[in-house]
């Protein structure tokens, strides 16, 4: 497939290969875009999104489902509108992962649910992180976990008991509307919005624009699947802009000053896809505009016949940049937007680990959990010590991180001292700093494999084993539990896909290795997926071992005088240098 111009991510620049999604090949068949073949629905899930897309559920949780128990929860509002409102029923413990492709979701699942907490751009007050930690503590056994997606997820969660929660988030300003199903999900926001030094501009009211004019809006509650925004206003590029749906990224313009580059198309699941630049200029009042014009073309031109199909970067490989540039601004906004240039290579790190000097004088701190797993408990230890240090303020990450705000210059070292003491480190190695997880099969109905255990388990001991060796930057060591990458294994340095896997001769859960992805940053110009290689498959208990293995002949074989990183040389060694 050719590519044009304006759909290389940064001008002159080469899409990595396998970097675009494939539109769905001729058909006689319609694919369910709205616009073209009208809104007859084609499946099953697109039939029950027309009788009701969800919003209403919500009701028949507070009023009935709580009442009479799981038992009395309707089949289809169980599965599919539930989400709509950041619910999901989570594993039945005890199912290996071998079984997960061949039983029913009702054989799969427990009588309890994931909850996952919507947090837009991060932001959080200690006031709220105290709510979540006495809702995890109550309600949820305790569990909280930092997503990749800057939101909190808790687990066994009982229907009896949503609508206390519920009236508990809504009272400090949290929601679950439209954490999760084929709605506009969370927004990723600059985790250091507002206070950073070196930041363009501050994204917040763009963020809360969107949130307050769309989230709950009827109109966009049946798109054709699952829609993922993300808004930056700092140089390091912190929100993985090129792997989602669409994505707005601060940038200066020679004439018209501080404004916003737009991307589209971007995702990664079992057919990754990067996102490509429309090479348009969106100032921060059309930002809001913009973006419901860009949802609104998923929504009516999106395919949703396929549901593997159903992403907007089937219709982006479809189309092309231009093509989508001029339906946006001919039949959703009315005007012409101007052209404008790509933001430059990131200069610093986008996790905003370690402490940092904000505009105001004061500091912000990034702390590192081991793969994002936190507890109530500690949230709450959590919030106890950024007050003991004068602040109210903090963010989730993109990362898996936790950035505190607003600390004064003499208390930062009291702080890290503290947050070391709850397990999250503001200086940790560069293992633990660049590796995430996703939910695994402790929860996840997807999932073959286990994940944050043994990916714990991996960088505690890699820790030790690494600790004589000079990394010459963090490993971005990403670990999910089955093909669809919500640990985004494609651009991680090294990528572990759950499977199980044959190993001398013995079928055992383990992983496919992806080596040398990763995103714009300051150590790599733009983003590129991590190859395979045929045969490379790991243990789930043997992490430590292979990471050990390639890190070590990367550091030998390395050109350090290029300052060569991990994925560069992954790109040039031989098969044999990474088994």
């Not at 004088?361 to 007050?387: H, M, W």
């Amino acid at each position: 497939m050719s590519i044009s111009e304006t759909d290389t991510p940064r001008s002159g620049a080469a899409r990595p290969e396998g970097a675009r999604a494939r539109p769905p090949r001729p058909s006689s068949r319609p694919n369910g875009q709205w616009k073209i073949d009208g809104s007859t629905p084609l499946n099953g899930n697109e039939e029950w999104k027309q009788v009701d897309n969800g919003l209403s559920v919500r009701e028949r949780i507070e009023n009935t489902y709580a009442k009479g128990g799981f038992a009395s929860i309707d089949p289809t509002d169980l599965h599919g509108r539930f989400r709509v409102w950041g619910l999901y029923t989570q594993r039945k413990p005890g199912i290996d992962g071998g079984r997960t492709a061949t039983l029913t979701p009702e054989e799969l699942e427990d009588e309890y649910f994931m909850l996952r907490v919507r947090i837009d751009g991060g932001q959080l007050t200690t006031e709220q992180l105290r709510v979540v930690a006495g809702i995890s503590t109550e309600f949820g056994r305790d569990t909280a976990d930092l997503t990749d997606r800057q939101n909190i997820q808790l687990h066994w969660i009982s229907v009896e008991d949503i609508p206390e929660i519920w009236r508990r988030l809504e009272a400090v300003g949290l929601q679950t509307t439209e954490a999760c199903g084929d709605v506009p999900r969370v927004i990723l926001g600059s985790p250091v919005a507002g206070i950073s030094a070196d930041e363009l501009i501050d994204p917040t009211p763009q963020i809360d624009e969107i949130t307050s004019r769309f989230i709950g809006d009827e109109s966009l509650a049946n798109l054709p699947r699952k829609f993922k925004s993300a808004i930056t206003g700092h140089p390091s590029q912190d929100v993985v802009h090129e792997i989602n749906d669409v994505a707005f990224v601060a940038v200066a313009h020679p004439e018209l000053g501080i404004g916003y580059d737009l991307w589209v198309g971007g995702g990664l699941s079992t057919t990754p896809a990067l996102a490509v630049r429309l090479g348009v200029f969106v100032s921060p009042e059309r930002v809001a505009d913009v973006w419901h014009g860009v949802t609104q073309i998923f929504r009516d031109y999106g395919y949703r016949r396929l549901r593997n199909k159903a992403r907007l970067k089937f219709l982006v490989a479809e189309w092309g940049a231009e093509k989508f540039r001029q339906v946006l601004q001919d039949e959703y906004l009315g005007y012409t937007l101007p052209d404008g240039p790509a933001a430059p290579k990131p200069k610093t790190a986008g996790d905003h680990v370690g402490v940092h000097k904000q505009k105001d004088g004061r500091f912000y701190v990034g702390a590192t959990p081991i793969v994002g797993r936190v507890s109530g408990p500690n949230l709450a230890k959590l919030a106890d010590l950024i007050e003991a240090h004068g602040s109210t303020r903090l963010r989730t990450t993109p990362h898996q991180k936790i950035v505190i705000l607003d600390i004064p210059e003499d208390r930062v070292e009291s702080l890290v001292a503290g947050l070391d003491e709850l397990g999250l480190q503001a200086r940790p190695s560069l293992i633990r700093r660049g590796t995430i997880a996703c939910t695994g099969i402790e929860f996840c109905k997807l999932a073959i494999v286990e994940t944050k255990a043994y990916a714990t388990a991996a960088v505690l001991d890699l820790e030790k084993r690494l600790e004589q060796f000079d990394l010459p930057h963090p490993i971005a060591l990403h670990v999910n539990g089955c093909p669809n990458s919500c640990a985004r294994i494609q651009t991680a340095d090294i990528g572990l896909k759950g499977q199980l896997v044959t190993i001398d001769g013995e079928q055992v859960p383990g992983y496919q290795v992806h080596l040398g992805g990763g995103l714009a940053s300051q150590d790599r110009d733009e983003a590129g997926l991590g190859r395979t290689v045929r045969g490379l498959k790991v243990a789930a208990d043997g992490i430590a071992d292979y990471v050990e293995r390639v890190v070590t002949r990367f550091l030998a074989d390395r050109d350090a005088a290029s300052d060569e990183t991990f994925a560069e040389w992954a790109h040039r060694a031989e098969e044999e240098q990474l088994q």
